[in-house]
């Protein structure tokens, strides 16, 4: 079970390894239009300043927008409402003082005419003749009834319809049941009289109980004043105006609809107004949801009718309706935010300039040479220092890419010295005489190991063109050269060779050791008398805790003076002229050897001389232990450093 | 350019917004341009188009119109209307609501009408037109109304007795008018009911009046318009029968005054008030080039009686306030 849940932790971690891998992928993959992408043009400088300032602005406009959109919108309700309420307070009083007139009006008939002992009907009639004239724009008409519905007198039409049952309408029956109020009625056609000339009119019945005294006889009667309702409608109209965003409505307490701007939409049920729930309602401000859409509904309630004055404010479409504060609002958005593009760019440009500037001239310079210079000296501190900075480096490389030429020339031609003195003809001559000796002299068979000898030193002095060879070949071609100059030399020295297994296996630069064995012939052994000892050691030493091949050539001759040995390397020039070592030997000296280990090893290597007089001559050869092989063979051959050792570094790389 | 990308991007999009603000603003609720419209209809005069002038100036004042309901006579023929309907025309009207005479053989006057002007026909049928000419009407179903009206008729009094039925059947020239009397004629012919006398208003309808109840007298009169309704009732209340039954098509303040004293038995009443006022509704937005344009409508009729006519919702069809 843990295996198991090893195993599918592991293939978790693989999924969301590959799944990380694949979103880097996507991130970074060039060509890729994505923002991130490497040569997407949103990763410029500019465009990531101007991003950023555009983000900032925005955030910031969208905020301060909201913030001031919401203030004035609700401010701007406010002031609706506060203007709604004051409307309706307005209409809401006037439609009272109009009520109040027209109880007045009752009162007066009721008080000032009926109520008068003894009068007889015709100076009723002419009473309420005087009192309807005198109101006559409000009132329809003035009538009496007994308490069993027949008329007693009424102005100005006195003529009854027919096959009316006064007792059953609403005005008659609703005055009866509460004797001590006036009732007013809803709108309603007056259909009591008889008019000639078919006209109708739509009334608001007062109506009360009086005692009606004829005759000395107190009787209930009811009072009747019809007020035109054409006076109320015209009130409310005005009060309602043009503005389509808000209606004012008059319904009584149970409801019931007095005066609707949209009455006909209500009867034809193509709209719907919630009467009876409103009429119920506290007076003030009232926030419903009708349809979707919100609604402020305002009450105020009549004095002494109950009637509700009803106002409602509707919330239209803001965006695009005249005057509409979010219509404004996204204006303003809009507009701000093209300023602030146009200012944004102006300034990211501007900021960005001596980046961008520094940027063109890098992808311009041709000739380093000439234009090196050009490089833009312009803008911040930083980028004055990057530019400069810059031209330092580029600077640097371009003396380092000199040095690396020079190197490389110098090692060119010192191989090619090396290589050009071992096909001196002079050491060949020589040699060749000393064949013709021996094969006059009948020696044949050391003839023949002569130029086997030669013709091997001169196959590993070619090496085929190479200039790295295995430390085995090295050592054979300084075998063949001592073996050729012992017998030309008639054994005047004897030379050993203990070189270390593992050494012969390393690679080095070819015709190193030949030179340093001319050397210690031809300084070491001369005018000695057949006591010549020349040692070849070979071995892998811990220098610095760094392997190093350390290859020596000691001599017991003359010596030199322990100054001139030290200094030896120094010089450029060989201290023995060239002419003479080419009549000598290779004629390719120490100096050339050291110079071409360095060359293609580095300052740590090379050849070191410890000498005194009379104490004979060691040269050591420190060379970085390199195993060979084809594939390093090649590579070094092409001038790479091979990091097999780590002592591999120093100036002067073969890169 | 590639540089600049976010920046044309960022510009582009802002210009977009500007222009859907603006395009949205005209196209959004605007105050209303104020049209022009002239109302052409044969007799102006008639008490029969009061509550339709109620309609048309309701509407004409919440839709900023302004209406010139042209004074006219009785059309004698197409021509003559023809030409009072492009005198209007001339006269710069935007839009003519028209109440046309007859049906047959106007199809080319509204073809050619309806080129240069907004028409709406009301109370009329139109004739086949050109399919590129917008023309739309405003009616009732005259089939449902003539078969109320007989029903109506079939509930009399005198319903036990052999009943003599004289029918003043209007302006026949109208395809309307037609059919409403073929569907009441349908109904009175189903329950075998004789129908006397049946009379167009050839133009002295109250002369032929009586000298067809003259000739034959009828239990039952029924008009099947205003203006014949009306001639009805003056006649009955001049010659005193009070024992004829009156039925019809009207709702002119007489006639309501009529059916309230009990003159006429049962009135017809079509909501003349919601056809003007749709009128002027369809052609506000045909002017207005509003996507909502609808097409030939048709408004309600109402079987008044004076038992109901004082009802809570019939008092505001038949005696229409402002509102």
Known sequence: MHNQERIISKEGEKRIDSKKASLKEIFFQKGYFFPLSMESPFRSFHNMILLSFMLLSVIIILFLSSVLYLQFSSRLKRERETQAEQLLKQGANQLEEYLVSMRRISDAMYYNVIKVPDLNMSELNEEMNLLYEAHKDNLVSVAIFSSQGKLISAVPISAEKKNRKVVEQDFFSTAVQQVENLHFSLPHVQNLFDDPSFRTHWVISLSRVVDLNRDGVSNNAVLLVDMNYDTIERMMEKLNGDDDSRYFYLCDKKGKLIYHPRMREILRKSFQENTEDVAEWEDGLHYIKKDGRKETVILDTIGYTGWKMVSVLEEKNPVFTPGGTLYYVFMLISLTLLISLFFNQLLSLRLSYPIRKLNEDLENMGDRERFIEEISNYGSTEIIHLGQTLVQSFRKIDELTEEKIQQQEEKRQTEMDALQSQINPHFLYNTLESVVWMIESGKKEDAVFMVTQLASFFRISLSGGKNIIPLSQEIQHAKNYMNIQKIRFKNKFAVHFDVQEEVLDCLTVKLILQPILENAIYHGMEGMDGDGEIDVRGKIIQENSLPVILLSVEDN???????????????????????DRKKRGSGVGLINVHKRIQLRFGSRYGLKIISAPDEGTTVQLRLPPIEYSEETQKSMEHGNMHSSSSGFHGGGRNS | ???????????????????????????????????????????????????????????????????NFVTTGRFLSIQQEYLSLSREIKNGADGIITELRATEGTGVLLNELGKSTKLELVDCEKEVTDPTVSISSIGVDEEALGEALGKEVLQSNLQNQRLRIGILAGNQNKGNMQKRLDALKKVLEESEKEIVWIMEDKGQPRKDLEVANHKRSVDIIIALDNDSLEIATRYLRDTGRQFVELYGVGDSDELIYSLDVGMIRSLIVIDQYQMAYSAVVNLWQRLSNSRNTPGDQSVDFYVVRADNMYADGMERILFPTGQ
């Open chain 2, 1 to 67: 350019m590639k540089e600049n990308r976010i920046f044309t991007v960022g510009v582009g999009i802002v210009a977009i917004m500007l222009f859907a603000l603006s395009l949205g603003r005209l196209l959004g609720e605007n105050a209303p341009q104020k049209y022009k419209i002239s109302i052409v209809v044969d007799r102006s005069s008639s008490a029969g188009w009061d509550k339709f002038r109620k309609g048309l100036n309701a509407a004409s004042k919440k839709y900023n119109i302004e209406y």
């Open chain 1, 557 to 579: 001759g003359f010596g030199m003076p322990v100054e001139k040995a030290e200094s030896f390397l120094d010089n450029e020039v060989e201290p023995s002229s060239f002419s």
